[in-house]
């Protein structure tokens, strides 16, 4: 199995920035698209952004194109989410996950992803 540890969530004022890591044990994460999603409290769980395994392809949620970056390094077993110019919207506990091959990854659908991190906390606030 895999195990995930999310951290690098904090409080921030709007326009600042924060990096979230997303480590990885047990298993390896080759061969998985990783993805990052956040919930917010009375909200259902929404997928922000994910990165393939082996052609680095990634996508986002249009809320947060343009302002968040994904990247991923395979020798350290670690995704990260690098969000910048945040927003009040952007307040949320941020959890990664792990998609298997064949599954609908891209699509950023929770349901597609198998294992989850205990979260982070992001909070945008003046």
């Known amino acids: 199995q895999v195990q995930l540890v999310e951290s690098g969530g904090g409080l921030v004022q709007p326009g600042g920035s924060l990096r979230l890591s997303c480590v990885g044990s047990?298993?390896?994460?080759?061969?998985?698209?990783v993805g990052w999603f956040r919930q917010a409290p009375g909200k259902e769980r929404e997928g922000v952004s994910g990165?393939?395994?082996?052609?680095?392809?990634?996508y986002y949620a249009d809320s947060v194109k343009g302002r968040f970056a994904i990247s991923r390094d395979n020798a350290k077993q670690t995704v990260y989410l690098e969000m910048n110019d945040l927003k009040l919207e952007d307040t949320a506990v941020y959890y990664c996950?792990?998609?298997?091959?064949?599954?609908?990854?891209?699509?950023?659908?929770?349901?597609?992803?198998?294992?989850w991190g205990q979260g982070t906390q992001v909070t945008v606030s003046s």
């Open positions: 996950g792990v998609c298997p091959p064949h599954y609908r990854c891209s699509t950023l659908g929770p349901e597609q992803y198998n294992w």
């Open positions: 990165i393939s395994w082996r052609d680095l392809r990634s």
């Open positions: 047990g298993s390896s994460l080759d061969q998985f698209t």
